[in-house]
């Protein structure tokens, strides 16, 4: 089976250049989610998770950003996930964000703990009711035998919580990917794209370096 070479449009949003960068990564990252944001750009929270087992077996899938602050990168998910299960026994996170629009990518390293109860309450809290209900009926990345029982576990849940709120699963909350590097990348003309990676020093102070493409 052969596979159609496609000819990419040149990359022609510009550079990154060292003068551009805030001092912190965290203010970087706002300042461009704040301009994908402006721009209206379609789903730009979707981030690709990768995590990996005790024996160093990866897997990837999307999650959504959720949070940004000094405590780290925000996502939520069910716990007894596959992704739960791998961060259980080896909470080594690795995350990226895309920006076709911008032609940027954020790529993210670092390890990850739960987020507290009270943060994960108010955000479940927050989502539209039937995430809520769906929350509960999924077991999450288990077997299962067929539509018709997710279909009957989301009427049983329904039921269950009929004209009342829906309360967090104990099972299901947030996490902070706490980032040792965060690396910037602008596309460039000739594929000469631009490479920044800050890095945390154990005093707490981050480093800047730029990276072949």
């Excluded at 790529?107 to 769906?134: H, L, Q, W």
Aim: hydrophobic content about 40%; charged content about 25%; overall charge negative.
């Amino acid at each position: 089976m052969s596979i159609d070479v496609v000819v990419h449009s040149e990359f022609s949003k510009g550079k990154l250049l060292e003068s551009d960068l805030a001092d912190d990564p965290f203010t970087q990252i706002r300042r461009w989610i704040d301009e994908v944001t402006a721009a209206a750009v379609s789903e730009f929270q979707a981030m690709s998770l990768a995590t990996a087992t005790r024996a160093g077996v990866p897997s990837v899938r999307i999650v959504y950003l959720r949070g940004v602050d000094p405590r780290g990168i925000l996502f939520f998910t069910n716990y007894d996930s596959r992704k739960g299960d791998e961060l259980a026994e080896n909470p080594c996170a690795a995350a990226l964000l895309y920006w076709k629009e911008f032609e940027r990518q954020v790529r993210i390293e670092g390890m990850v703990t739960k987020a507290n109860e009270s943060d994960s309450d108010s955000y479940f809290a927050a989502r539209p009711r039937e995430s809520c209900i769906g929350a509960w009926a999924s077991l999450q990345s288990q077997p299962l035998a067929s539509r018709e029982v997710l279909e009957q576990r989301t009427a049983e849940v329904e039921a269950r919580f009929a004209g009342g709120p829906v309360p967090r699963p104990p099972n299901w909350g947030g996490y902070w990917l706490q980032p040792e590097s965060f690396e910037f990348w602008q596309g460039g003309a000739a594929r000469l794209h631009d490479r920044l990676i800050y890095r945390r020093q154990a005093d707490g102070r981050w480093t800047i370096e730029r990276l072949f493409p």
